[in-house]
């Protein structure tokens, strides 16, 4: 006699354990939602908090709450794209908002740091890789102003650009056109729009790299110049404009670290002691570029990589010196001193 299969009727999952499931998943579903919308505020914990008492590492970046007297320079992992946050004193800055792609790890990333408020959010300029989460991130967090570059060369109505002022106008977000000199406090200290950027009077031949907002914030002894994606001639703008005084501890690579920026002439004016190059792992544009990872070698500047150290954070002190921790290795350089 043959031996019967195993290819019998499969039971039916009874109503109740149905049920049961529906009813599991839905809070699943709504204590996620409170957590990410309520995280971290009286007894109920944020998801760094619920990783860390599970004894598990948290898939967020750790960004580092500063201490009196200090700021938190962000680097957050975006790809190919910028995007940084600015902490002190429990207050915070968004510069630029990375790639579409990105755009949900950058709302979480933010959500599990303890972000609620964005007391200002700046677009450097309007490139995809600059403001793809923007959209996003004034949906998802209250922003008291939104800092914009010159944007008449720029369709305004339309495409991500469009999105993001339209969602600003949904959230009742104030809107400020960045001037020359124009300054706003972060906790204890103060971000400064040195360049507004370089517009040629017929607008067909804009370059929106070059338009991009040039910024320094200043806490003390400790700065941090951040140039957008502006090139060559927009950086010898920025000399000129700033007659020259642009020396800071830290520095965004401009352009992802593009051999169309970061020239000997302006860092032979910013010294910085660190930068730092935010870019996507084996990019197609081959950024940074080997001359200037070179250049920056040969002016003795410590360099970090948001490809090959994901998320990097530096947390300068109103003396001068900073120290520097990244998302890869999870041990933090010791304390420099100020040059």
Same mark, same amino acid.
């Given at each position: 006699?043959?031996?019967?299969?195993?290819?019998?009727?499969?039971?039916?999952?009874?109503?109740?354990?149905?049920?049961?499931?529906?009813?599991?998943?839905?809070?699943?579903?709504?204590?996620?939602?409170?957590?990410?919308?309520?995280?971290?505020?009286?007894?109920?914990?944020?998801?760094?908090?619920?990783?860390? $008492?599970? +004894?598990? &590492?948290?898939?967020?970046? @750790?960004?580092? !709450?500063? *201490?009196?007297?200090?700021?938190? /320079?962000?680097? %957050?992992?975006?790809?190919?794209?910028?995007?940084?946050?600015? $902490?002190? +004193?429990? &207050?915070?800055?968004?510069? @630029?908002?990375? !790639?579409? *792609?990105?755009?949900?790890?950058? /709302?979480?990333? %933010?959500?599990?740091?303890?972000?609620?408020?964005?007391?200002?959010?700046?677009?450097?300029?309007?490139?995809?890789?600059?403001?793809?989460?923007?959209?996003?991130?004034?949906?998802?967090?209250?922003?008291?102003?939104?800092?914009?570059?010159?944007?008449?060369?720029?369709?305004?109505?339309?495409?991500?650009?469009?999105?993001?002022?339209?969602?600003?106008?949904?959230?009742?977000?104030?809107?400020?056109?960045?001037?020359?000199?124009?300054?706003?406090?972060?906790?204890?200290?103060?971000?400064?729009?040195?360049?507004?950027?370089?517009?040629?009077?017929?607008?067909?031949?804009?370059?929106?790299?070059?338009?991009?907002?040039?910024?320094?914030?200043?806490?003390?002894?400790?700065?941090?110049?951040?140039?957008?994606?502006?090139?060559?001639?927009?950086?010898?703008?920025?000399?000129?404009?700033?007659?020259?005084?642009?020396?800071?501890?830290?520095?965004?690579?401009?352009?992802?670290?593009?051999?169309?920026?970061?020239?000997?002439?302006?860092?032979?004016?910013?010294?910085?002691?660190?930068?730092?190059?935010?870019?996507?792992?084996?990019?197609?544009?081959?950024?940074?570029?080997?001359?200037?990872?070179?250049?920056?070698?040969?002016?003795?500047?410590?360099?970090?990589?948001?490809?090959?150290?994901?998320?990097?954070?530096?947390?300068?002190?109103?003396?001068?010196?900073?120290?520097?921790?990244?998302?890869?290795?999870?041990?933090?350089?010791?304390?420099?001193?100020?040059?």
């Amino acid at each position: 006699m043959a031996k019967r299969g195993g290819n019998g009727p499969v039971p039916e999952l009874s109503t109740r354990t149905v049920v049961l499931g529906v009813i599991c998943a839905v809070l699943l579903a709504v204590g996620s939602w409170a957590i990410d919308t309520y995280g971290g505020q009286g007894i109920l914990p944020d998801w760094s908090e619920l990783y860390e $008492s599970f +004894g598990l &590492e948290s898939p967020a970046p @750790d960004l580092q !709450t500063p *201490q009196e007297g200090q700021a938190t /320079v962000t680097f %957050l992992d975006v790809g190919q794209g910028d995007s940084v946050l600015i $902490s002190s +004193g429990g &207050e915070y800055c968004l510069i @630029d908002a990375g !790639t579409q *792609q990105s755009a949900d790890t950058l /709302v979480e990333d %933010l959500w599990a740091g303890g972000v609620q408020t964005l007391d200002l959010v700046v677009m450097t300029h309007p490139h995809a890789d600059h403001i793809g989460g923007m959209e996003d991130v004034l949906e998802n967090f209250e922003v008291e102003t939104l800092l914009l570059p010159d944007l008449s060369a720029s369709d305004t109505e339309s495409g991500l650009l469009g999105r993001v002022l339209q969602a600003a106008e949904k959230t009742g977000t104030p809107c400020v056109q960045a001037e020359l000199g124009w300054q706003q406090t972060v906790g204890e200290g103060t971000l400064t729009v040195l360049y507004t950027g370089l517009m040629p009077d017929d607008k067909e031949d804009v370059n929106l790299n070059d338009t991009s907002l040039c910024l320094r914030y200043e806490l003390g002894q400790f700065s941090y110049l951040c140039t957008g994606d502006a090139e060559a001639d927009a950086e010898e703008e920025l000399i000129l404009t700033s007659g020259g005084s642009l020396s800071s501890t830290l520095f965004k690579a401009g352009h992802h670290g593009s051999s169309t920026s970061n020239t000997q002439s302006l860092l032979s004016l910013v010294r910085p002691q660190v930068a730092v190059v935010s870019c996507g792992l084996d990019n197609e544009y081959g950024h940074p570029h080997a001359e200037v990872m070179d250049r920056f070698a040969q002016n003795g500047i410590t360099v970090y990589r948001t490809d090959e150290q994901g998320t990097v954070t530096v947390t300068g002190q109103a003396d001068g010196s900073w120290r520097v921790q990244t998302s890869s290795v999870q041990t933090e350089e010791p304390l420099a001193p100020a040059a």
